[in-house]
């Protein structure tokens, strides 16, 4: 079965500061895909990446940096120079390649950057 | 604009009261899913549809029915709400698996509270 774990509950930094959000996932497949989604207060969900099982490049994209390792199974989210805009609840998610499409999130993480 | 939309955005109900929430999108796509979110749980898959007619349950559909009768619509009834289904409900749609990813799009989401 698959399953995603963020050990990390709860998050509080002070702005610019960095701070990295953890994810871990579980699956048997060999083909699949790993999200990354940011819950503001308003309540939608954002996407913000993709990644597929066989692309273990890491991304960055302005402030944001994604660090994908297969072989401790972590897709680890780094917020570079924290700002009070990305206070939000962050969620991982892991999907099959084929099927229902279905997302198992994992239980997410409320960052709190104080000012 | 390619869009996922719930309705309502709000409600407040009372034990037993049958109620719909409505999921409608414009991007003719065959997959369309609702799902949970609870504090500390994430979201999980409440029911899926791969087309018109066809639709399964996913991980936590006790208490709530489906129906596909058109593309477009996926609405999700709860026959006789319980104070545990208090939740905030996202609906998503997809297009098929074709050994590449399906972008999913979710719904604006529909916060629920039963009294």
């Known amino acids: 079965a698959q399953k995603v774990t963020q050990a990390q509950t709860e998050i509080s930094v002070v702005e610019k500061e960095d701070v990295t959000l953890d994810c871990v996932y579980e699956?048997?497949?060999?083909?699949?895909?790993l999200f990354w989604y940011k819950q503001p207060p308003s309540g939608e969900l954002v996407f913000l990446i993709r990644?597929?099982?066989?692309?273990?490049q890491n991304e960055i994209s302005g402030r944001y940096s994604w660090n994908f390792q297969k072989s401790t199974s972590s897709f680890n989210f780094t917020i570079t120079a924290s700002q009070v805009v990305d206070s939000a609840v962050y969620f991982c998610a892991l999907s099959e390649a084929e099927g229902a499409q279905k997302l198992v999130f994992g239980q997410g993480t409320r960052l709190t950057i104080n000012p | 604009e390619a869009q996922v939309t719930q309705n309502p955005r709000y409600l407040i109900t009372v034990t037993g009261k049958k109620l719909t929430v409505t999921c409608s999108q414009n991007?003719?796509?065959?997959?369309m899913s609702w799902y949970r979110q609870d504090p500390g749980l994430g979201l999980r898959q409440i029911y899926y549809?791969?087309?018109?007619?066809?639709?399964d349950k996913g991980d936590v559909p006790e208490g709530y029915k489906v129906s596909r009768k058109e593309k477009r619509n996926f609405p999700l009834i709860l026959e006789s709400p319980s104070p545990n289904q208090t939740s905030l409900y996202f609906c998503a749609s997809s297009t098929p698996p074709s050994g590449r990813y399906s972008e999913q799009y979710f719904g604006p989401g529909t916060r629920l509270t039963v009294t």
């Open positions: 549809s791969m087309n018109v007619e066809v639709t």
């Open positions: 990644r597929n099982s066989f692309d273990e």
């Open positions: 991007m003719n796509h065959e997959y």
């Open positions: 699956t048997r497949d060999t083909t699949y895909y």
